[in-house]
């Protein structure tokens, strides 16, 4: 059944960029990170695309649950980590890694008597100043970590970077400089060495001396660029999600006549009105500004008047072919997701992550 809306996921384009993204870090693992319903792509669908990468990286536990509920034995980090010793036990039992940034996650451990053992990545605190032990915390919570009554299986060592799409600035240096300081001071060099996780998507495309051991793709994953003003191509990415819509119908506006609510366009001269099956309801933002493009049959053409919950309207006048059941696109293939984000004022991961739960998703 070809619905009115819908969110076409193109698999072969999930492992296209995976492929790109090894070629972007030679050497290191992939840990794909799927949080968020994989930012919108499907999260079970998304891993099982993805059966090549060497772990999936999820927010919380109930993601991961759904992961192995679905049957994916693949490692799975929980980047959030657990907080009670409910969550640790789940954990354990699903064979989770676990990312520990707080002294109340050391004390779980420290309290934990049960047979499991799990691989730890401590997190520092590089200067994102969201999770992780600040640099001169970093060696307690790694003596903590050694001395546990149950040993880990293995250590490993994580930060997250905070600026790294802006390649202008010094702060991804900087962070890198604070995070391999902190591992020697720490003697963590030679046969004490544990692996490191630094790169997010940006990281892995803009710079190569902030990858580690493990690298971290999210949104380059999903074939969007990281870096404001560049799309996917320009680093051989691929658009995995095409958000494609109906017109429900094409009406004769006369100039003078407004379009929508509150009268926010007016027609100038007599004009065909495309009425489109997508709106607020499916995860559009209300504010997107007249003139965001729209394509129709290969072309564009732009949105007029307010989002509606159920609806937008985009003028037509230049295409006589335009027709009711013409399918059209809000973004996907010929129109990326990055230039309709600067329309919105916002950023691609928001657009993607904020498509509705009502918009199906197909595989193809």
Sequence with gaps: MIRLIRALIDTAALRHNLGTIRAYAPGAKVMAVVKANAYGHGLVSTALAL???DAFAVARLEEGVVLRSAGVRAPVVLLEGVFSAEQLAEAAHHGFELVVHDPLQLK????????????VW???DTGMNRLGFRPEAFPEALQRLRALPVPALELRLMTHLARADEREVWM?????AAFDHAIAAAGLSGKNRMATSIGNSAGILGWPNAHGDWVRPGLALYGVSPFGGETADQHGLKPVMTLETTVLTVRQVKAGETVGYAGAWRAERDSAIAILAAGYGDGL????DNGTPVLIGGARYPLVGRVSMDM????VSAAPKVFTGSRAVIWG???PVEEV????DTIPYELLCGVSQRVPLELK
């Design 341 to 344: 984000a600067t329309h919105a």
């Design 312 to 315: 937008i309207a985009v003028d």
């Design 108 to 119: 779980l451990l420290e309290s934990h008597r049960g047979p499991e053992r799990f691989i």
């Design 172 to 176: 991804t240096r900087e962070q890198v």
């Design 122 to 124: 401590i997190k520092m």
């Design 285 to 288: 933002p209300r504010h997107l």
């Design 51 to 53: 059966a090549d990468a």
């Design 333 to 335: 293939a010929g129109l």
